[in-house]
């Protein structure tokens, strides 16, 4: 959907698509990077691999954080494509799902990840501008963002809630506690961040209204407006996106948009999604010193693993003595500790339709009043 919000504040509404508008910079024009929109299935059969739980989702959208949201717009290929492009088959002839499932799993364990870039996804994001430079620092997807050079922004502020509202972590520099802070000072924080919002936003209305161009009447918005882009990928490059993200170590925000876009995998190329959970969120990579602990310890025996004769287990100083610094110590005890499985399956109950969200995007855009007319302009 195209909007024209005119100098009266108007808004006049176009059809899609809005593709052609955004080459036509028409003074006044706004548009927003319209939801996908989905025709009606078509009655023609496609010849493309799909997969009946991506289809259920395509082009529907998930809420992230609070005004937020990820959509799969687009797939190319699904499970059984990466067995094809790593046997450079003919696409012939059924294989049985235990095949498939073995082969990807081996390439998975093996890191033999060419055949799992012929495997392509497309999103639809909206997250807050400061996700969003964290997102933007994986370089091998390609990514089309909101122009608000061009198009005024929705003014669409993150708010984190209580629960994620705590003080710097004391254990890690780059965190937060687990613990939410006080409710008090959340609620402080709270009034804070709407003055500060609100100067903001009437700024830039006033910038607008006074008909500063849009590049720079942006300029002061804060890190929390949500933006938007369209992102696609390879599926090597999503897993590894998304190891990195649902990981406890990037932030919660962005952690959330990696659920969200893990469960959306998980519908594509289920196989290749449960490989990545066992390979590379739960399982874990040992150093030669880690190694060599567990050795004295365990033993190859009948094929099978025996416990070595005499050893009960190894202290913290057996541990310095092979060379293990205190914090590999910590990490190789949260190794050993059996992490849970993590469920990112997607509620379907979750999902709005491209309209809802668009709806909620435009109701969010300024309209402001021009006040003064510029000579030689009408
Ligand atoms: C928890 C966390 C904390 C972080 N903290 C910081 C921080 O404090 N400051 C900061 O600046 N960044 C930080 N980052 C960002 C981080 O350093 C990486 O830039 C980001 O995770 C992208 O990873 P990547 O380069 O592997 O991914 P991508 O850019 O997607 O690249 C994927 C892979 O392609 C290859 N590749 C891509 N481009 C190149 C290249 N030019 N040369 C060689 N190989 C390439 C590499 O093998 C790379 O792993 C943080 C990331 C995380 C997850």
Redesign the pocket.
């Known amino acids: 959907m195209i909007v024209n919000v005119t100098h009266t504040g108007r808004k006049a509404m176009y059809a899609w698509p809005s593709v052609v508008a955004l080459n036509m910079p028409a003074r006044g024009a706004t548009v927003l990077l319209s939801p996908a929109k989905h025709c009606a299935p078509s009655p023609m059969e496609t010849k493309r691999p799909t997969a009946e739980a991506a289809e259920e989702i395509l082009g529907g959208y998930f809420p992230v954080l609070d005004h937020g949201f990820v959509a799969l717009v687009d797939y190319m290929g699904t499970d059984q494509d990466i067995e094809s492009a790593a046997r450079v088959s003919y696409g012939a002839g059924t294989r049985r799902v235990s095949q498939t499932r073995g082969l990807v799993r081996y390439l998975q364990r093996h890191a033999h990840t060419t055949p799992s870039e012929m495997v392509e996804f497309k999103f639809h994001c909206s997250m807050p501008m400061f996700v969003a430079r964290?997102w933007v620092?994986?370089?091998?997807?390609s990514v089309n963002e909101y122009s608000a050079r061009y198009s005024l922004l929705p003014l669409l502020f993150y708010e984190p809630e209580h629960a994620h509202f705590a003080h710097q972590s004391s254990v890690n520099n780059?965190g937060r506690e687990a613990d939410p802070a006080p409710v008090e000072l959340h609620a402080d924080a709270v009034g804070r961040w709407q003055e500060l919002r609100q100067h903001a936003a009437d700024t830039y209305g006033w910038l607008l209204a006074e008909d500063v161009a849009r590049e720079l009447a942006r300029i002061d918005l804060p890190l929390s407006t949500y933006t938007q882009w369209y992102w696609k990928i390879d599926l090597h490059?999503l897993l590894?996106?998304l190891t990195?993200?649902v990981?406890d170590?990037?932030q919660w925000e962005i952690q959330e948009y990696g659920r969200v876009m893990a469960g959306m995998l998980a519908r594509v190329a289920p196989i290749a999604y449960e490989a990545w959970l066992d390979y590379n969120v739960l399982g874990a990579r040992l150093s030669h010193a880690e190694r060599m602990a567990l050795a004295k310890l365990l033993r190859v025996e009948d094929g099978g693993i025996g416990v070595r004769d005499g050893v009960s287990g190894l202290g913290r100083a057996e541990l310095r003595e092979l060379g293990l610094a205190p914090r590999e110590i910590r990490e190789l005890l949260a190794k050993i500790e059996a992490p849970d499985r993590p469920d990112f399956s997607l509620d379907l109950a979750d999902m709005r339709s491209a309209e809802e969200m668009e709806e909620k995007m435009l109701a969010a855009v300024p309209e402001p009043e021009r006040r003064t007319e510029r000579q030689g302009v009408d």
């Open positions: 964290q620092r994986h370089r091998t997807a780059q490059n590894h996106f990195l993200r990981d170590h990037a």
